[in-house]
């Protein structure tokens, strides 16, 4: 059972279509919350719609390209006008790593990757920031990190260099917009059973007995719905004195 924390709140899921973000939508509709899924992958995410629709839960679906100001922008737009504000935001979407070593990276992708993992981030909190204050002040912003801002591994040099700016930038946002009430957290997930994962272990050959053991003191990979919840508690009232702080979900791979 979820208990209702999100109970008349507005809630914006960007990366919903798939993986962590589907589970982040689907569970915060579970805590009452109005969802607005947002992805660029229009298909997988009105199923998401869909799935929360029928298990009670009140969403809509949003295309976005997140590296796009005006679109992002638009996004928010759309949470106020279909839902009336915006409380809560979990900026999740980001892409797949890159998979060479520094000396070899590829700089078209480390500019896709840059845009909207580091960037598209960064816009997302500039417009959500924007309608938090305008609403005069109030609200919660989660973005998701990863271990990989904290603790690299090889053959990342763009994906870890952009979830270390992740880190920063929460943390920025967090001391800026604290005086309005608004708060700014981060979640630092581990590996993580979603299509992204199953695409890295795909690339490097592995399979989940041989590596899950190293990345987990617990033996397994994470289910996306353990990382919701961090986000839920920390976009709730619940977390109310918490701002500035980046929570693994991890199981204590970084603690090793
Ligand atoms: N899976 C893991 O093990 C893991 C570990 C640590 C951190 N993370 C982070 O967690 C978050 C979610 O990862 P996931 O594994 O669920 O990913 P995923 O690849 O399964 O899903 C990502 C979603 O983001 C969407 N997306 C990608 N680019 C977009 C854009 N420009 N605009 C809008 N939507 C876009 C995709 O369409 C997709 O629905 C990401 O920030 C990722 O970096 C994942």
Not at 209 to 236: I, K, T
């Amino acid at each position: 059972m979820t208990f209702p924390v999100l109970e008349g709140k507005v809630a914006i899921v960007t990366g919903a279509a798939m993986g962590m973000g589907a589970a982040t939508a689907e569970l915060f509709a579970e805590a009452g919350a109005r969802v607005l899924a947002a992805d660029m992958n229009e298909e997988r995410g009105r199923d998401v719609v869909r799935r929360i629709e029928a298990a009670g839960g009140t969403a809509a679906f949003h295309g976005v390209d997140i590296s796009d100001s005006a679109q992002v922008e638009g996004m928010v737009r759309t949470a106020v006008d279909t839902f009336g504000r915006l409380d809560t935001a979990v900026n999740n979407a980001a892409l797949t790593p890159d998979d060479r070593l520094t000396a070899e990276f590829d700089e078209d992708y480390w500019d896709r990757l840059m845009s909207v993992d580091l960037k598209g981030t960064a816009l997302c909190l500039k417009h959500e920031l924007r309608q938090l204050v305008a609403q005069g002040g109030g609200g919660s912003i989660v973005n998701i990190s990863s271990v990989s801002g904290f603790r690299p591994q090889p053959a990342n040099p763009a994906y870890v260099a952009a979830k270390h700016g992740v880190n920063g930038l929460t943390k920025t946002a967090a001391l800026e917009y604290g005086p309005q009430q608004i708060r700014v957290n981060a979640v630092a997930p581990g590996a993580i059973d979603t299509p992204m994962l199953r695409g890295a272990l795909e690339q490097f050959g592995f399979t989940e007995e041989e590596y899950a053991p190293q990345l987990s003191l617990l033996g397994r990979f994470g289910q996306p719905r353990e990382v919701a919840q961090a986000s839920l508690w920390l976009a709730s009232d619940q977390s109310s004195y918490v701002t500035g702080s980046v929570i693994h979900v991890d199981a204590g791979y970084t603690s090793r």
